[in-house]
């Protein structure tokens, strides 16, 4: 079977780890990258052994013959890249969030809709189901062997802004567009939350409302530049499920001591799960269920390998069927980051 070709566009922090995903990949050619800053689209040219860059992802699309694309810019200019290539029949993978607002998802949801139906396909990096300990934890949770989820509380934990455990987000740009609304960040509810969100939509199901705070602390530096640090740095969500179920969602970049740390522990009406993604290298799924529960007893779950989220992409467009994160999932959960706004203006419980 013939290659298939694709483009990566934005190659910033996060486009090594789509380099290095595809590349390792024997049905995927890297034909081409874009960035606007030329001088990174090279040198990621040059690292991936890529024959051609560019710095207008037009031109690109223009020049180059290409099946799919994986749009890796900052969340602000997810939406051009991604709409042009659906036009073009363009099998189209974003990075999250999917969209800076509800109005670009929408767009970009219906899109890849209409597109699905003439065998177009998206996918949305949300990096978090690549642990095969997600994957386990859902298919328990979900196939209602235990019951209907009661309760839960899910954490997304860094410290960048506390520390300079990544860096310094005083003299980096890589942080710096990530704490500027005018810049077209969500803060660390569109940064990492969306992860969150997502995990425990992905494990709990649909949720039916929410109340949401978001804060932004004072720091001894505020601006630099263009830059004004005003995008939130903590979420706190009370959420309800459809089913009936209640819990909390939490993001925080001031989490001094956690680097980066995911975890979630739902508790069902026959058992507790208990998800940790970052203690142990790849995650780790623990439950207390059956003849356990009684004692308090936990266990560790073996949880098989499942697919991360680039070959889920590149099997949707093998085996023409679209995969585990679309566009319009994607959108689900932008509706969750738009509601979140709406509930820290109105501080009040938004519908969804
Ligand atoms: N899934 C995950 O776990 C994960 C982790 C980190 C970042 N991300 C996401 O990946 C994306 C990139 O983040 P990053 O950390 O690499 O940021 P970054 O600032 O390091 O890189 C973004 C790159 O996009 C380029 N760019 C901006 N507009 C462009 C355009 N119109 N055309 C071409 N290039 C353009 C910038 O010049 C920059 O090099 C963001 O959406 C971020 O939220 C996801």
């Known amino acids: 079977m013939e290659k298939?070709?694709?483009?990566?566009?934005?190659?910033?922090?996060?486009?090594?780890?789509?380099?290095?995903?595809?590349?390792?990949?024997?049905n995927v050619e890297i034909v081409a990258c874009c960035d606007i800053l030329e001088e990174r689209a090279k040198a990621f040219a040059e690292k991936y052994n890529i024959p051609h860059y560019y710095t207008d992802f037009n031109e690109l699309y223009e020049k180059e013959k290409l099946t799919a694309v994986s749009v890796v810019t900052s969340d602000k200019f997810h939406k051009a890249p991604s709409i042009e290539a659906l036009k073009r029949n363009i099998h189209c993978m974003c990075?999250?969030?999917?969209?800076?607002?509800?109005?670009?998802?929408?767009?970009?949801?219906?899109?890849?809709?209409?597109?699905?139906?003439?065998?177009?396909?998206?996918?949305?990096?949300?990096?978090?189901?690549?642990?095969?300990?997600?994957?386990?934890?859902?298919?328990?949770?979900?196939?209602?062997?235990?019951?209907?989820?009661?309760?839960?509380?899910?954490?997304?934990?860094?410290s960048w802004v506390s520390t300079k455990i990544w860096g310094d987000f005083r003299t980096s740009s890589a942080f710096q567009w990530r704490m500027s609304t005018k810049h077209g960040s969500l803060g660390t509810m569109g940064d990492t939350g969306v992860h969150i969100y997502d995990l425990t939509r992905f494990v709990c199901g649909d949720?039916?409302?929410?109340?949401?705070?978001?804060?932004?602390?004072?720091?001894?530096?505020?601006?630099?530049?263009?830059?004004?640090?005003?995008?939130?740095?903590?979420?706190?969500?009370?959420?309800?499920?459809?089913?009936?179920?209640?819990?909390?969602?939490?993001?925080?970049?001031?989490?001094?001591?956690?680097a980066n740390e995911v975890s979630i522990q739902v508790f069902c009406e026959k058992g507790g799960f208990d998800l940790n993604l970052d203690r142990?290298?790849?995650?780790?799924?623990?439950?207390?269920?059956?003849?356990?529960?009684?004692?308090?007893?936990?266990?560790?779950?073996?949880?098989?390998?499942?697919?991360?989220?680039?070959?889920?992409?590149?099997?949707?467009?093998?085996?023409?069927?679209?995969?585990?994160?679309?566009f319009k999932g994607a959108y689900e959960v932008q509706k969750l980051l738009d509601a979140s706004i709406k509930s820290n203006e109105k501080q009040g419980f938004v519908k969804l």
């Open 95 to 158: 990075e999250k969030p999917l969209a800076d607002n509800l109005e670009n998802a929408k767009e970009m949801s219906d899109l890849a809709e209409e597109k699905l139906k003439e065998g177009i396909f998206t996918a949305v990096d949300f990096s978090y189901r690549n642990s095969f300990a997600t994957q386990k934890l859902a298919e328990m949770v979900q196939s209602g062997e235990f019951g209907k989820v009661i309760a839960f509380d899910a954490h997304y934990r860094q």
């Open 280 to 326: 142990v290298k790849g995650g780790q799924l623990r439950a207390c269920i059956n003849e356990n529960r009684d004692k308090g007893v936990w266990e560790i779950i073996a949880c098989p390998e499942t697919p991360d989220m680039w070959t889920r992409f590149i099997d949707s467009i093998i085996e023409g069927k679209q995969g585990q994160t679309s």
């Open 4 to 26: 298939i070709k694709l483009a990566i566009i934005g190659t910033g922090g996060m486009a090594k780890a789509h380099g290095d995903a595809f590349s390792a990949m024997d």
């Open 207 to 258: 949720f039916d409302e929410i109340f949401c705070q978001l804060d932004c602390y004072d720091k001894d530096v505020n601006q630099v530049g263009e830059y004004v640090f005003d995008a939130n740095e903590t979420m706190y969500t009370i959420a309800k499920l459809k089913c009936g179920g209640r819990g909390t969602v939490d993001s925080s970049r001031w989490s001094t001591g956690y």
